[in-house]
């Protein structure tokens, strides 16, 4: 059974990814530490350290005009003291203009309990290249 | 100036490297956690979960002949009570039979202290395609 401390961490992991769903740097600015030292990984990008440079790059992905579902799911969540640990397959579905893909990443989330509230200092996210290689297979065959 | 506890921690995170290079599950041993919650992604692999399943994937690595050099460089220690986040870049360069190609990957490692001994509970690399592409550009040439 999970502690009422388990489930306020899964809750703002969820909340994460409705903002990154909706697109919203706004929802973002609600989930993440804003601090000189927090840090990103997007799938396939080098690390970018800082919230300043951590929320320009939230921008820069919003801002294409393509609309997609992200739901994360095999949460495990940790915790002690301030810190959490959260790991997710994240489930996400990109629409273009006249189809759609399906992609998968694996995702570490940090968060750190400042005033009562669970907040994302780092996100690390990663494709898992397998069900590409699935797709290209079949694509070649 | 770093303060006695990030210096033990980013001892134990170059004594990570230095398994990796040295390809031994022996050494791996001596850095990781060994609990069944421990969980580790290497580039481009789904999550895997438990410190049985996590060594048989470094076994399974190593078991391969090819030697490689692997250094550690943007290394980022923060802590907080007993869990310190460790962010770095992996350079790493593999030789094969007649030519050594070299990667880099971007990799979050988690750290519990335990017994007053910093042990690695989730590591989490994926390869920064970039460098791949410009090697795969010069090799075109």
């Given at each position: 059974m999970k502690s009422e401390n388990e489930t306020r961490i899964e809750e703002k992991n969820a909340e994460f990814y409705k903002a990154l769903e909706a697109q919203s740097v706004q929802k973002m600015d609600a989930v993440w530490?804003?601090?000189?030292w927090v840090s990103c990984v997007h799938p396939g990008w080098e690390m970018i350290v800082g919230w300043k440079d951590v929320r320009s790059t939230w921008e820069k992905i919003f801002s294409g005009s393509q609309k997609m579902r992200v739901s994360p799911a095999d949460v495990n969540v940790r915790s002690s003291g301030d810190i959490a640990w959260v790991t997710c397959v994240e489930n996400i579905t990109v629409f273009q203009e006249d189809r759609f893909d399906s992609i998968q990443a694996v995702a570490t989330n940090i968060y750190m309990n400042r005033n009562d509230a669970w907040m994302l200092i780092h996100h690390h996210a990663s494709p898992i290249p397998v069900i590409m290689a699935e797709t290209a297979t079949e694509t070649v065959q």
């Amino acid at each position: 059974m999970k502690s009422e401390n388990e489930t306020r961490i899964e809750e703002k992991n969820a909340e994460f990814y409705k903002a990154l769903e909706a697109q919203s740097v706004q929802k973002m600015d609600a989930v993440w530490l804003q601090e000189e030292w927090v840090s990103c990984v997007h799938p396939g990008w080098e690390m970018i350290v800082g919230w300043k440079d951590v929320r320009s790059t939230w921008e820069k992905i919003f801002s294409g005009s393509q609309k997609m579902r992200v739901s994360p799911a095999d949460v495990n969540v940790r915790s002690s003291g301030d810190i959490a640990w959260v790991t997710c397959v994240e489930n996400i579905t990109v629409f273009q203009e006249d189809r759609f893909d399906s992609i998968q990443a694996v995702a570490t989330n940090i968060y750190m309990n400042r005033n009562d509230a669970w907040m994302l200092i780092h996100h690390h996210a990663s494709p898992i290249p397998v069900i590409m290689a699935e797709t290209a297979t079949e694509t070649v065959q």
